[in-house]
């Protein structure tokens, strides 16, 4: 039987039994493979948008002897899911404008969607924004680090099934004060920054590792678009410093 990784150890865990899933994006179908092996879900679909993938999961697929479960499709993003196939919906390993552009591209297949289980590399914050324009809530946000890498892991539900509505979700607040705007939660993450864990805290300041970097490299223009540049960084970089030293003590608020 199959055996993940840690981060889609976590994906996995997400997905409730019984559910039709589809995996866009299927690296090898090992997830949904997984999934069937240990009669969790009902039905999968593993998408892949180029041939070599499609047939490395189509392959997976049936040495494993999930056939009558999981089947391998070519497509791009959602257009591999008919309209009310499926109730779950994973995307992970891709940038997060790239799984935006996946979901915004099918929004028409999300209609029979409950749970969108999404694994951005990079740029978490266009997930959150696309999910609140669109009505979807998180519900839990998970953050992992597997092989030097780090990972954040989103869960939502349409806004209408959700226990606390984006208003709430995204709202400024206090916590072990400092005031953290709506654009700070949408970056950092509403779940993640009411329970920072360790691998939060080193993500934020390999961040600031990186954007010390870009400043220093503004530095040398003398372009004025560059100074402005370096300047809102700086600005930003402060912000994040003081999140990261009040963070320490403040206490859950969604349970």
Same mark, same amino acid.
């Given at each position: 039987?199959?055996?993940?990784? #840690?981060?889609?150890?976590?994906i ?9 899933? $589809? =995996?866009?994006?299927?690296d ?7 999934? $069937? !092996? %240990? ?6 679909? $593993?998408?892949?948008?180029n ?5 490395? &999961? ?8 999930? %056939?009558? +479960? ?34 915004? &591209?099918? @929004?028409?297949?999300?209609?029979? +969607?409950?749970? /969108? ?11 959150? !924004? ?10 839990? !946000?998970?953050?992992?680090?597997? =092989? ?7 869960? $939502? *539900?349409?806004?209408?099934? &959700?226990? *606390?509505?984006? =208003? %709430?979700?995204?709202?400024? @607040? ?12 949408? #970056?950092?993450?509403p779940?993640?920054v009411?329970?920072?864990? =360790? ?5 934020w300041?390999?961040e ?9 490299? /503004?530095? #040398?223009?003398?372009l004025? &678009?560059?100074?402005? #540049? ?5 600005? !930003? ?5 003081? *999140?990261l ?11």
């Amino acid at each position: 039987m199959i055996k993940l990784s #840690k981060r889609l150890q976590t994906i996995a865990d997400l997905v409730p039994p019984g559910s039709r899933i $589809a =995996d866009i994006g299927s690296d090898h179908a090992l997830l949904p493979t997984y999934l $069937a !092996e %240990r009669g969790i879900i009902a039905f999968g679909i $593993a998408g892949e948008v180029n041939e070599g993938p499609f047939h490395a &999961a189509d392959k997976q697929i049936h040495e494993a002897g999930v %056939r009558h +479960v999981v089947e391998a499709r070519l497509g791009n993003g959602l257009q591999v899911v008919s309209e009310g196939e499926v109730g779950v919906v994973t995307i992970a390993g891709m940038g997060g404008s790239l799984i935006a552009s996946i979901l915004e &591209a099918g @929004r028409s297949k999300l209609f029979s +969607v409950n749970r /969108l289980i999404l694994q951005p590399n990079v740029g978490e914050d266009q997930v959150r !924004e696309w999910l609140i324009a669109n009505h979807w809530s998180l519900t839990e !946000e998970h953050i992992l680090e597997e =092989d030097g890498k780090i990972y954040e892991i989103l869960c $939502a *539900v349409p806004e209408k099934a &959700a226990v *606390v509505s984006n =208003d %709430r979700l995204y709202e400024p @607040r206090m916590i072990g004060g400092v005031r953290l705007s709506r654009r700070r939660l949408v #970056k950092m993450g509403p779940y993640l920054v009411e329970r920072p864990v =360790d691998v939060w805290f080193k993500k934020w300041e390999l961040e600031l590792d990186k954007m010390e970097m870009i400043c220093r490299q /503004l530095g #040398k223009s003398n372009l004025p &678009a560059s100074r402005e #540049k370096e300047h809102e960084l700086r600005e !930003e970089m402060n912000e994040i410093r003081e *999140v990261l030293r009040c963070l320490q003590k403040d206490k859950p608020l969604f349970k």
